[in-house]
């Protein structure tokens, strides 16, 4: 079996991220990566930043985040 060769480089951004576990699901046919700090995330505020990303919020924590276009923003080229 080939494993496929992954960029770890994004280890330290995880390693900042609100959450020591993260759930992730992904939309292949929307290419929309969905990233849950909490589950259930239970959001009751959602805002999209300049980066394009939503960020997800219940109160003040960030319980979430959603990154559109995941695959072909971030997939190395």
């Not at 390693?15 to 992904?26: A, E, H, T, V």
């Not at 589950?39 to 979430?64: F, T, W």
Request: net charge negative.
């Amino acid at each position: 079996m080939d494993t496929p060769a992954i960029d770890l480089k994004f280890v330290p951004e995880l390693l900042r991220l609100p959450s020591s576990q993260i759930w992730s699901d992904y939309d292949e046919g929307a290419d929309v990566l969905y990233l849950s700090f909490e589950k259930p995330q239970c959001a009751n505020d959602s805002i999209m930043e300049d980066d394009g990303n939503i960020y997800h919020y219940r109160d003040e924590r960030l319980v979430g985040i959603t990154l559109p276009n995941a695959r072909a923003r971030f997939q190395n080229k």
